[in-house]
């Protein structure tokens, strides 16, 4: 079963760095990229950036450039989406997604992560 | 404020058909076949309903279906059932520097 799994909700203060993971089963890891998108309470699904594990192509969504970082670990087939300082307005529900095509050639994310929820408050 | 612009909110009743817009600009949903929908109940994640305007991945009925006229796509939903009442994004491809985009979101309710 292709699947992606999520780490667990986070709960850190403002200020405090945060790595979350997501790791792919059930098909190669390095032959899809892996899209994260935000989903702030009560809000629609926002862009936030895509990684090709096979190379570590990694491209980021304007808003969100700068302000976190998306990076794999192919040999583990686990993708990361980091801060090195969360704010308030980071918290959010994420998802990572695999998507099929290439960037800029269409397709979809078609197999979703459970998501993780990260709670910032001091 | 979203980058594409959906109803924020439409209904029907059990049977009948309904059309979600999105409407964006010739800098993604005018410029490029990449317009993808989500469809996603409360509390779950997004799950794609069609792709590539007009593509229905397997497993999705065929009482969903995508067009796209311009700057703006539309995701039809005919024959309404009951399990269809969520909420329902979509995205568009927007270039190399934006990349892709989503919709506001529209809830739609089956009365």
């Known amino acids: 079963e292709v699947q992606l799994v999520q780490s667990g909700a986070e709960v850190k203060k403002p200020g405090e760095s945060l790595k979350i993971s997501c790791k792919g089963s059930?098909?190669?890891?390095?032959?899809?990229?892996i899209g994260w998108v935000r989903q702030m309470p009560g809000k629609g699904l926002e862009w936030m950036g895509i990684i090709y594990p096979g190379d570590s192509d990694t491209r980021y969504s304007p808003s969100f450039q700068g302000q976190v970082t998306i990076s794999a670990d192919k040999s583990i087939s686990t993708a990361y989406l980091q801060w090195s300082s969360l704010k308030a307005s980071d918290t959010a529900m994420y998802y990572c997604?695999?998507?099929?095509?290439?960037?800029?050639?269409?397709?979809?994310?078609?197999?979703w992560g459970q998501g993780t929820t990260v709670t910032v408050s001091s | 404020q979203s980058a594409l612009t959906q109803p924020r909110s439409v209904s029907g009743s059990p049977g009948q058909s309904v059309t979600i817009s999105c409407t964006g600009t010739?800098?993604?949903?005018?410029?490029?076949?990449?317009v993808s929908w989500y469809q996603q109940h409360p509390g779950k994640a997004p799950k794609v309903m069609i792709y590539d305007v007009s593509k229905r991945p397997s497993g999705v009925p065929d009482r969903f279906s995508g067009s796209k006229s311009g700057n703006t796509a539309s995701l039809t939903i005919s024959g309404l059932q009951a399990e269809d009442e969520a909420d329902y994004y979509c995205?568009?491809?927007?270039?190399?520097?934006?990349?892709?985009?989503f919709g506001g979101g529209t809830k739609l309710t089956v009365l």
């Open positions: 059930g098909y190669t890891f390095t032959s899809y990229w």
């Open positions: 010739s800098s993604d949903v005018g410029s490029y076949n990449y």
């Open positions: 997604a695999r998507k099929t095509g290439r960037v800029g050639f269409g397709g979809s994310m078609d197999v």
């Open positions: 995205c568009s491809y927007a270039g190399i520097y934006t990349l892709e985009v």
